[in-house]
């Protein structure tokens, strides 16, 4: 059996209920209604790409987010060194400085790796007939 309290929560309840449904026109109801509606449409496409799908199956795995969190970190690190430091002079110079960097050559290698591996994958996916 409910207690004065709980019919009292449940009143408060029911005007709330009404006072929203007072509150909302027609027009707004629509705009709710289409909004879901494309939301819905969206979730259906997103769901039936198998690229995308298969994308976010491999964001789940713990190195790959390892790997994102180093990336996101990197970038920030980037752009403060961007905008705090003066634009290169540019020349042999400069470039001998930046390719004797450990760090270039760790970024570039990486970079040569991500291409190879990327490129040996896109063979195989055409090979296959994908």
Do not use: C
Request: no cysteine; aromatic share 4%; net charge negative.
């Amino acid at each position: 059996m409910l207690d004065e309290a709980s019919i009292n929560s449940l009143v408060e309840m029911i005007n709330l209920l009404a006072a929203a449904k007072d509150a909302m026109s027609d027009q707004m109801v629509t705009r709710m209604a289409h909004t879901a509606s494309e939301g819905m449409n969206l979730l259906d496409h997103l769901t039936r790409n198998k690229g995308l799908m298969y994308l976010l199956q491999a964001l789940e795995r713990p190195e790959i987010q390892v790997y994102l969190i180093g990336l996101s970190d990197a970038l920030s690190q980037m752009s403060r060194e961007i905008a705090s430091s003066p634009p290169a002079k540019g020349g042999i110079l400069g470039i001998l400085r930046l390719v004797s960097n450990p760090g270039t050559q760790e970024g570039l290698r990486s970079l040569s790796l991500l291409g190879q591996f990327w490129s040996d994958s896109m063979r195989e996916l055409h090979r296959r007939g994908g």
